[in-house]
């Protein structure tokens, strides 16, 4: 067996055995009053922290396996897994309610649209993303500690705060309504575009038709996939507040992920994209995320 698999494998069973500790500690958090009448801000154990804890001790388990190979690529399956691993426990623990129901099935959709671009684009754990090696170059000897908090927890957080808005609604298990409903179907038409845009954008690659895609979704728009992820999660957030509007602040995770992208996700890929002759005219013609028509420069 060669070496290439067998690291393939290792990881497997690491991932593996990081998710499962995840979702043992998820269903240790059920103790106590239980169910729908434990509120999840009171002391001496709060939910939420809870949550916190074994989420952040997962993303460590992980990041001790991205040393052990020199590729922090590794924790690209864990953001797309995290959800689902968190709120199955949930629902486990929980039960499913029709409000639930509808979070669950839009996060375990976009995970699985997540996960299979990541496995299709996927190339041994030889191949590291090309911003994890750009920040290592840039880094140095910090690149430990931007590896550690930028690439894994900083995520994680985020993450966190994205999913928690779902978790209140297995919890809480509150009336399902209209608001509800309305951003639950955001969150299937941004995973949506987020699919449509993968795919053309593989397709884009293969033909190599040019320098930039100019066609489908990313016609005027140079990053509709990342306007998918932001819209994935403003539904998710914006249908719990509609269920449970006195928790406006379960917004925070979907605003995190937004200025996330905003502030270093488009910086970076178009810091990339800047090195290809014509990136500024390309730049002036089209939208950062919306892929609506702009009056040509």
């Known amino acids: 067996m060669t070496r290439g698999r067998q690291g393939i494998q290792t990881y497997e069973i690491f991932e593996r055995q990081s998710f499962l500790r995840l979702c043992r500690a998820l269903l240790r958090l059920r103790g106590g009053s239980g169910g729908r009448d434990r509120d999840l801000s009171v002391a001496p154990s709060p939910l939420w922290l809870s949550l916190f804890i074994a989420d952040v001790a997962a993303t460590v388990l992980v990041f001790l396996f991205s040393l052990l190979y020199g590729n922090a690529s590794v924790y690209d399956p864990y953001w797309s897994v995290q959800p689902i691993v968190i709120l199955a426990a949930f629902g486990i623990g929980e039960g499913v309610s029709f409000a639930f129901l509808f979070p669950l099935i839009a996060v375990c959709i976009w995970g699985a649209r997540l996960t299979a671009n990541w496995a299709y684009t996927f190339h041994g754990l030889g191949h590291q993303d090309w911003r994890y090696t750009m920040l290592k170059e840039k880094t140095g000897k910090w690149y ?17 705060g994205c999913v928690l808005p779902a978790v209140f609604t297995a919890v809480y298990a509150p009336r399902l309504n209209a608001g509800a409903i309305v951003f639950f179907a955001l969150s299937l038409l941004a995973v949506l575009l987020q699919g449509t845009a993968d795919v053309q954008m593989h397709i884009f690659r293969k033909k190599k038709t040019g320098r930039f895609i100019r066609t489908g979704v990313w016609k005027y728009a140079r990053h509709p996939n990342y306007l998918g992820e932001i819209l994935m999660w403003w539904g998710v957030g914006l249908a719990a507040v509609c269920l449970m509007p006195a928790r406006w602040y379960l917004l925070g995770g979907a605003l995190a992920n937004t200025l996330l992208f905003c502030f270093v996700s488009v910086p970076l890929a178009d810091g990339h994209q800047s090195r290809k002759d014509g990136f500024e005219e390309y730049k002036k013609n089209t939208r950062v995320f919306l892929p609506l028509y702009k009056k040509q420069k």
């Open 144 to 160: 430990f500690f931007i590896n550690l908090i930028g690439i894994h927890l900083v995520p994680t957080l985020v993450v966190y």
